[in-house]
């Protein structure tokens, strides 16, 4: 079975600075997806960004962007020029191809706050 | 496109009753997931419903079930409640193909808020 672990519950940015949210899976599959989610206070589950395995391009959205180191089975996410808005909590997530076991494994979340 | 909606958003209940949570996908979507939130257990998978049938289920007891009809809305109910099933349940969809432009990526709806007293 699949795991996620983010082993950081809490971190702090400062606005406009750079912060990077830290992700490791464990998988014997060599073809998934990972995402992260972030969820503010009022509970909406948001896709930030997605990355597919199989490209050794990282994924880049705007501020956000993804180390994706494969044979290490990492997946960090960084976010560039906090806002005020990107306090959050974030998700990793793991996720088979489509079929039988596409179900989102998630970690248990990181706590992102920004400081005025 | 419209998101993913979720009635009720807010449900109390007493132990012992049972309670139906309603998940309209995005449209064109034929893939419904459900997960229940607690603080203590984090995000757990219940099942995925793909073109009305059950695709994938998670590890919990049968008092947890759920459909999906042919416009792809789904259910889940939850019966003979218990405290420990208080929690926010969130419902995703995606196309269910893997073919999809966008990986077939969940996209989440707000959530019900179920309380069990």
């Known amino acids: 079975a699949q795991t996620v672990t983010q082993s950081q519950p809490e971190m702090s940015v400062q606005e406009a600075e750079t912060v990077t949210l830290s992700c490791t899976y464990d998988t014997s599959e060599s073809d998934y997806y990972l995402f992260w989610y972030k969820q503010p206070p009022s509970r909406q589950m948001i896709l930030v960004i997605r990355q597919e395995a199989y490209k050794q391009q990282n994924a880049t959205e705007n501020r956000f962007s993804v180390n994706f180191q494969k044979a290490a089975k990492s997946f960090s996410l960084k976010i560039s020029d906090s806002q005020l808005g990107d306090a959050a909590m974030y998700f990793c997530a793991y996720r088979s191809p489509t079929g039988a076991n596409s179900k989102l494994t998630f970690g248990k979340g990181i706590t992102l706050s920004v400081r005025p | 496109k419209a998101g993913v909606t979720q009635t009720p958003r807010y449900l109390i209940k007493t132990r012992g009753q049972q309670v139906t949570l309603s998940c309209s996908p995005i449209?064109?979507?034929?893939?419904v997931s459900w997960y229940q939130q607690t603080p203590g257990q984090g995000l757990q998978f219940l099942f995925e419903y793909f073109s009305e049938t059950q695709r994938n289920k998670g590890n919990f007891p049968g008092r947890f079930s759920g459909r999906q009809f042919s416009n792809s809305r789904s259910e889940m109910n939850v019966s003979t409640l218990e405290l420990g099933d208080s929690a926010l349940y969130l419902c995703?969809?995606?196309?269910?193909?893997?073919?999809?432009?966008?990986?077939?990526?969940?996209?989440f709806g707000p959530g019900t808020r179920l309380t069990v007293l």
């Open positions: 449209s064109g979507h034929r893939s």
């Open positions: 995703a969809s995606s196309s269910g193909l893997r073919t999809s432009g966008d990986g077939d990526t969940q996209y």
